[in-house]
């Protein structure tokens, strides 16, 4: 299923993390990786019936983005008859693309707070 609002999906996980009490720092920013890692988790513990422990091995040894990514498109997809051979697929496919690349990682734009913030 397709999120129609990304904002108030982004303000929903905001206040969700707040809630478990995670520092939001000053300027109430989040780390993308971190509310990542938090979704992927949180996907990882609603799935955990059909992940095996390499698979989330795996999942964990990737950035939190790239995990969320897989375990979204894992979500969406109909059909998968060994979700951990899913993933164990998509991570391969993540770490070939990293290294035939020739460039290191990027960092994913930080969050901020408000339409401008620099």
């Not at 108030?8 to 969700?16: F, G």
């Not at 969406?76 to 990293?98: L, T």
Request: proline content about 7%.
């Amino acid at each position: 299923f397709k999120r129609r609002n990304p904002s108030a999906c982004m303000v929903s996980l905001l206040k969700k993390l707040n809630e478990q009490g995670l520092d939001l720092g000053p300027s109430g920013a989040v780390e993308p990786d971190v509310a990542a890692q938090q979704q992927a988790e949180d996907l990882m513990s609603e799935m955990s019936d059909k992940i095996d422990g390499s698979a989330a091995r795996q999942l964990r040894s990737l950035e939190p983005t790239e995990a969320l990514t897989i375990l979204t498109d894992l979500r969406n997809a109909d059909g998968i008859r060994n979700p951990s051979a899913f993933i164990m697929s998509a991570v391969k496919r993540c770490n070939n693309q990293g290294r035939s690349s020739g460039s290191s990682r990027r960092d994913p734009p930080r969050l901020q707070q408000g339409p401008y913030a620099e």
